[in-house]
DNA sequence: GGTTGTCTACCATCTGATAGGTAGACAACG
DNA sequence: CGTTGTCTACCTATCAGATGGTAGACAACC
């Protein structure tokens, strides 16, 4: 921990801002669970705002890169996007969390501006990823990738709602194999 | 405002906590916009966790009728379900607003257990008239109804959340114009 | 006269934020 | 070598504002 609290802090508040929010992040709480004072988060992160958009930053990062080797890992498009779900999923199994971009999105009229900036970021990063599996596949035309692309984030943002309101992820997996059956996802 | 305060209080606090949530719902604020004082809150609802499932259940109750007005009005459940995203269009349009129960899904962590009941209530009231209609259109089997429906629900949920993080219904319309072409929605 | 609804006046708690201090690492200078 | 100054990363102590909530007075109404 005295490793390298800004690290931990960014991870801790990630962890917390899934789970409760911008609005349920504070420096009181987040400080304990690094093991310092709040004070001392002041000091890497000068305002809340400033917190909040280095958490949602990190949170596009690690997403992309997760993203990325996904990518890497796979023999092809396809198999690419079928395991997608798989990025959210995980986070809904470990204390039923959500993705911070949905959550955030929920948040939008409280959210200072540099937060809502990644936020949007992280939407159009995910879109884009899509778009390029979902054309690379053969699943849709060039042109109508995106669209396509938007449509599948969004199913995918409902359905952990939906789950997380149950606290079940049993609940995510229904619906995910609904929209396939539905063939909205491959 | 003299006339019924207490159903001025739900009504201001359900436009708030559609667009600020649970965590944004404040006594303070409440009661300068309905034109009394704080402590009056407090006489018609004891707790905060009172008044929100007041407000919970006042909003589950609205939406319902909503539904069945909507129902009573269309042709045939063809009809009906073709207008289904209107209902959630509306608040997108006044205020960037949306659907209390899927805002309040994101707060799941730190509702009260009654107003979480409230949040499941509406969605499975939501459920059940979706999958009444898609039965009763004959575009699902009876037995296939109910797992439908909530994808429907939880894509037009994740719709929703997309578009308010944009402040854009158009967001909103092409993501629903989206499932429609992908064969999620009729 | 009791019930109902509202008020004024508080209170305890939590929140983000600031001021000012301190211990240690490190480099420059003589 | 040792003194000096600077920087980093934390600390203690405190603040002002907001928040949910309570007590008790008061007036209107039945």
Redesign the interface.
């Known amino acids: 921990m005295n490793a390298n609290a800004k690290e931990a802090i960014l991870a801790a508040a990630k962890r917390a801002a899934q789970?409760?929010?911008y609005?349920?992040l504070n420096f009181r709480d987040l400080a304990a669970e690094v093991g310092i004072k709040s004070a001392s988060i002041h000091y890497h992160f000068p305002t809340k705002a400033d917190l909040g958009a280095a958490v949602a930053r990190r949170y596009r990062e690690d997403a992309m890169a997760a993203l990325d080797a996904l990518r890497a890992e796979a023999p092809d498009a396809l198999a690419a996007l079928r395991r997608y779900p798989e990025t959210f999923r995980h986070a809904l199994l470990a204390g039923?969390r959500?993705c911070l971009?949905?959550?955030?999105?929920?948040?939008?009229?409280?959210l200072p501006e540099p937060v809502?900036r990644e936020?949007?970021a992280f939407?159009e990063a995910n879109v884009a990823w899509l778009a390029r599996q979902l054309a690379e596949a053969g699943i849709t035309a060039e042109e109508q990738a995106e669209?396509?692309a938007?449509?599948v984030?969004?199913?995918?943002?409902?359905?952990q709602?939906?789950a997380?309101?149950?606290?079940d992820v049993g609940?995510y997996d229904?619906?995910i194999?609904?929209?396939r059956q539905?063939?909205?996802l491959p």
Chains 1, 2 share one sequence.
Request: net charge positive; charged share 15%.
């Open positions: 789970a409760r929010g609005g349920g039923n959500m971009a949905s959550f955030l999105a929920a948040e939008h009229d409280d809502l936020v949007l939407m669209p396509r938007r449509a984030m969004a199913a995918i943002a409902g359905a709602l939906m997380r309101s149950r606290a609940a229904a619906l194999a609904g929209y539905a063939g909205m």
